[in-house]
């Protein structure tokens, strides 16, 4: 194997963000013991299977994971240095701006670390009251600071599209973000997934029937789809305009800032993910784990392994991510991997998408056009057999 990346799931938050999808768990310390053994089993098992692959990549996300404490961290890192053969170019952790102090952060850095994920979410308090968010505006410049202050480089996450939100707090938060100079920007339309999601059972409380309220509550209240277009391309224009480029639907990059981990994902690499609710790509296929902790840990104590996902259609899948990407699909290319009937199915529907103009060919390269990006679910779903 040439070398693969490598995710790393740490469930743990101080408080369930009530639009979140991800496998989450609360951040009890006897939670979190059973949660590192079954992650630190699972991790010793994978690189045996695997062979002590090389990493090339590493992306621990979450959850929250600069809640774990710096022996958490340390353990993580000798259980990774054991298992597979470890030489990253770019190791990137999330955090959350509240949670990130000094012995966290050089814990971190003595885990490698080089690229630091912010969930700021907004720069208005009544943005992140609207998302449910515990933390402050005020604590996003001291975290992007502490980052910067140890070498890191750092990006953001800003989520737009909440109820009540403006083009004007929308413009603000954008500035907001440029005036900090972070290296790398993601911005998400606030999107409520209304089926319930099995994390759901890893925390105390009213479980879904209260988040599914909050959910319906919020959708019916949110910008109209017109209104998040409009939030989206002003995101193009200004990001543009602060020197970052737009190479993802979601994310910018200044200059020689984008995510190399993302990159493998959107290029069909190998990957391979632990942790609860983790997805991995190894060999052509695909397979995850549960996002519910119990039926993680007991898989895991089973020895069990990952569970296959059903198998998809691979030549669709690569369109669709490739073509998230600013340097889109090379249908020739395509057509030497996946043959003739696949990639002449592919071509057709990209043509149908260019009569729509959400498709621009350039020669046998085809990208999405800005209009395209916006609605690249159209695109994405005419790909499918
Ligand atoms: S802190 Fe992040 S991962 Fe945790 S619940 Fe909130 S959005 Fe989800």
Redesign the pocket.
């Known amino acids: 194997m040439r070398g693969i990346s490598l995710y790393v799931h740490i ?7 009530p ?4 496998a ?1 768990a609360p951040a009890t310390s006897a939670l979190r013991a059973r949660y590192l053994d079954a992650l630190v089993a699972e991790i010793a098992r994978e690189g045996a299977l695997l062979g002590r692959p090389r990493v090339r990549t590493i992306y621990v996300g ?3 994971p600069s809640l774990l404490e710096p022996d958490e961290v340390g353990r993580l890192a000798r259980a990774l240095a054991e298992a597979f053969t470890v030489r990253p170019r770019e190791v990137t952790v ?1 955090a ?1 701006p509240a949670t990130l102090d000094r012995a966290r952060l050089e814990a971190w850095r003595a885990f490698g670390v080089t690229r630091l994920s912010l ?1 700021a ?1 907004s720069f208005s308090g009544r943005g992140l009251r609207a998302l449910g ?2 933390h402050q505006p005020d604590d996003v410049a001291p975290a992007v600071d502490a980052g910067r202050s140890v070498g890191l480089r750092v990006s953001l996450d800003l989520i737009f599209g909440w109820p009540g939100q403006t083009p004007a707090e929308w413009r603000a938060d954008l500035g907001a973000a440029i005036s900090l100079g972070v290296d790398h920007l993601s911005c998400y339309p606030l999107e409520l997934e209304l089926t319930r999601e099995d994390a759901v059972a890893n925390w105390p409380g009213g479980g879904w029937p209260t988040l599914a309220r909050w959910r319906a509550a919020t959708a019916a209240t949110q910008p109209d789809d017109r209104a998040i277009a409009v939030l989206y391309a002003m995101a193009h224009r200004h990001l543009a305009r602060a020197g970052y480029r737009h190479y993802e639907i979601a994310n910018w990059a200044r200059p020689g800032s984008r995510s190399l981990h993302n990159a493998v994902y959107w290029r069909s690499g190998e990957w391979l993910g632990v942790g609860a609710g983790a997805h991995s790509h190894l060999a052509g296929a695909r397979s995850h784990q549960p996002a519910a902790l119990p039926a993680y840990i007991e898989r895991v104590e089973r020895a069990l392994g990952r569970i296959a996902d059903a198998a998809g259609d691979p030549a669709a899948e690569e369109a669709m991510l490739r073509l998230r990407l600013d340097t889109g699909i090379d249908i020739g290319r395509s057509a030497a991997r996946w043959g003739t009937p696949a990639s002449a199915r592919i071509r057709g529907a990209l043509v149908t998408s260019a009569r729509r103009g959400l498709i621009r060919w350039s020669g046998e390269r085809a990208t999405l056009t800005p209009r395209g990006r916006i609605l690249a679910n159209e695109v994405f779903v005419r790909l499918l057999p």
């Open positions: 469930p743990f938050c101080a408080a369930r963000c639009y979140c999808d991800f989450t979450g959850g929250t999330e959350n969930g979410q968010r515990t």
